[in-house]
Antibody, heavy 121, light 107 residues
Framework: EVQLVESGGGLVQPGGSLRLSCAASGFTFSSYAMSWVRQAPGKGLEWVSSISGSTGSTYYADSVKGRFTISRDNSKNTLYLQMNSLRAEDTAVYYC??????????????WGQGTLVTVSS | DIQMTQSPSSVSAFVGDRVTITCRASQGISSWLAWYQQKPGKAPKLLIYAASSLQSGVPSRFSGSGSGTDFTLTISSLQPEDFATYYCQQANSFPLTFGGGTKVDIK
């Protein structure tokens, strides 16, 4: 069974940093693209970043480009999101998601349970 | 960026009703469209990908259609467990973008 478990969320002051982790199991992690999607309280879904499975190519939303870095450690089956220069508008539940098929990016299945990041002084 | 516009933003329906949700892309995306279901406090769940492919384990009352810029998600006979918020999402190009969501609730 595929499992994705996020951790690392919490309360951080504006301008601070946080690193999210997503521990994956139940599939060949290195073969699949992985992504982060966030949801601000009471709002819709917003794609944040993706990393391919084969080449490790990375992609970012304009709203986080230059501040967030996605990475993966295939030896640990873990996905990361390093978040720097955090702003109040980054407050959200952050989900990690596996891609449905090898070689694609964009069909998110399944999703983790999410981790809440709150940016506030 | 490709904008995804869903309508309606909310719909009230009875159990057994047929419900149709539409999603329009600001430019052509071929069949690079997915639909997700999200229940309160839970992570989204993939229902449909490639515009019309039913994800494994998803009931057959869910169906998707369309290509280019106009897409629909249809629930043929609404069940109590289907009351949720539904999102479309394009995977044609980065940045990947979601529609604003359609909340389906009980009439």
């Amino acid at each position: 069974e595929v499992q994705l478990v996020e951790s690392g969320g919490g309360l951080v002051q504006p301008g601070g940093s946080l690193r999210l982790s997503c521990a994956a199991s139940g599939f060949t992690f290195s073969s699949y693209a992985m992504s982060w999607v966030r949801q601000a309280p009471g709002k819709g879904l917003e794609w944040v970043s993706s990393i391919s499975g084969s080449t490790g190519s990375t992609y970012y939303a304009d709203s986080v480009k230059g501040r967030f870095t996605i990475s993966r450690d295939n030896s640990k089956n873990t996905l990361y999101l390093q978040m720097n220069s955090l702003r109040a508008e980054d407050t959200a539940v952050y989900y990690c998601a596996k891609d449905l098929e090898i070689g694609t990016i964009g069909w998110f299945d399944p999703w983790g349970q999410g981790t809440l990041v709150t940016v506030s002084s | 960026d490709i904008q995804m516009t869903q309508s309606p933003s909310s719909v009230s329906a009875f159990v057994g009703d047929r419900v149709t949700i539409t999603c329009r892309a600001s430019q052509g995306i071929s069949s690079w469209l997915a639909w997700y279901q999200q229940k309160p406090g839970k992570a989204p769940k993939l229902l449909i990908y490639a515009a019309s492919s039913l994800q494994s384990g998803v009931p057959s009352r869910f169906s998707g259609s369309g290509s280019g810029t106009d897409f629909t998600l249809t629930i043929s006979s609404l069940q109590p467990e289907d009351f949720a918020t539904y999102y479309c999402q394009q995977a044609n190009s980065f940045p990947l973008t979601f529609g604003g969501g359609t909340k389906v609730d009980i009439k």
